[in-house]
């Protein structure tokens, strides 16, 4: 198996893209640890990983954080593989719509978020040039007309620009910093955009391929990043997005 042996940490892991990788990970050989802030949710989705385990956290919050890697480290005495994915979407708004606190809840959650579990997970990695890989998203590459999500594709492109950084400074420990960018992907953050047949067919229309992505697609890009097979591979931008 690709990742026997490995043991990952996968942030907002009890559902879509999160759950996907999850999967796909564990079902490749390695010990997956996944938060979520819903508890039931979160025990729901472990029932269906093997070799998983849950751990309630809140990516706002500096001290669930670091409960999350200190427990994960006392459980399974190491961490190989960082999926920095969790993340909120905003209401669609205008810049001049959109209040302080709205704006704050998005970067808080999307980057400086990614920076609390990278900056506790750091210290572990080194020991066993470990890997990251982070979540960012087409719309963090390039603006859509119509999307006026600011915050998020801000969000999204700074973490962009943070995999490079990152790559950069640790590249001396030998951990892989790696971002996969997906296009529209069928999870429950999209379907708000795709109630109707008429949404749907339009969302699929905006992809060359013809349709939008499934969360599997994404996790076996991450399963890739994780692999040895990336082990030359880093500070890498993979746009998965049909």
Not at 18 to 42: C, D, H, M, P, Y
Request: net charge neutral.
């Amino acid at each position: 198996m690709r990742l026997s042996g490995k043991v990952a940490l996968i942030t907002g892991g009890s559902r879509g893209i999160g759950f996907a990788t999850a999967k796909i990970l564990s079902e490749n050989g390695a010990t997956v640890i996944i938060t979520a802030r819903n508890q039931e949710r979160l025990e729901k989705s472990i029932s269906k990983i093997p070799n998983s385990m849950g751990i309630a956290a809140d990516i706002r919050n500096s001290n669930d954080v670091k409960n999350v890697v200190n427990k994960t480290i006392e459980k399974f005495g190491r961490l190989d593989i960082l999926v920095n994915n969790a993340g909120i979407f905003p209401k669609i708004k205008q810049l001049h719509e959109i209040d302080e606190d709205e704006w704050n809840e998005v970067l808080d959650v999307n980057l400086t978020g990614q920076f609390r579990f990278t900056k506790e997970a750091i210290p572990h990695l080194q020991k066993t040039s470990g890997s990251i890989i982070n979540i960012s998203s087409d719309a963090g590459i390039k603006a859509y007309q119509g999307f006026n999500a600011d915050a998020y594709s801000a969000s999204k492109a700074a973490l962009i620009l943070l995999t490079k950084c990152w790559a950069l400074e640790y590249s001396k420990d030998k951990i892989r910093v790696n971002c996969i960018c997906p296009g529209v992907v069928d999870t429950d953050m999209t379907k708000p955009f795709l109630k109707t047949q008429k949404d749907k067919e339009f969302m699929n229309s905006e992809h060359p391929i013809g349709r939008i992505g499934q969360p599997d697609e994404i996790g076996k890009a991450v399963l890739y990043f994780a692999s040895d097979d990336a082990s030359w591979t880093t500070g890498a931008v993979l746009t998965v997005d049909g």
